[in-house]
């Protein structure tokens, strides 16, 4: 017995923004910052894995429909299932009519699979448009994490280049010499 079959559809759906929201929640949470740039680059961060996991659950689900076709609950309240006609006649053309209500039931089946295998395809558009919404968010999210990333780059490396000057200069203030020529006197 399959974990989702007792789901419907807007369960599915119910459980795609769960799973974004949880994801992105993991991303959220983590050590503390006080700079701006990394506070928003969390934030950006929390979103992006969101928007990922939300994007990567919707096209499971479509998996899930192409895998489970002629599943009854993509019907639910599109297309009524169709009903053979059960034949009936005396002794003599039973034989006939077994054979006829055979026929009209593998019809009828065949034609139940046929409407089943359609609303499966109408409900597979949801999930794929909101996959493909959740792609066109993540080209913007991905965009301002690198320009974030930039940003917090050049103020580590701004931060690197004045940590060095302050060590040279207590350095000089010992009268020791420079990093670079102490380097060059050892060797």
Known sequence: MEMLSDFSVDTLKTLVWLAAIIIGGFFAVGRPVSSLPKITARAVNALLAGTMSFAAANLAVVFYILAHLTDPRWSVGKDPTLESPQLSAGPIFQPITDTLNDILGSLTGSLNDAIALKNAFLTMPDFIIAA?????????????????????????????????????????QFGLAAFKDSAKSRS
């Open 132 to 172: 493909g919404w959740a792609f066109l968010l993540l080209v913007g999210l991905v965009i301002a994490s690198r320009i974030l990333s930039w940003f917090i780059e050049k103020d580590q490396m701004a931060q690197i280049e004045r940590n060095t000057r302050d060590l040279a200069d207590i350095r000089a």
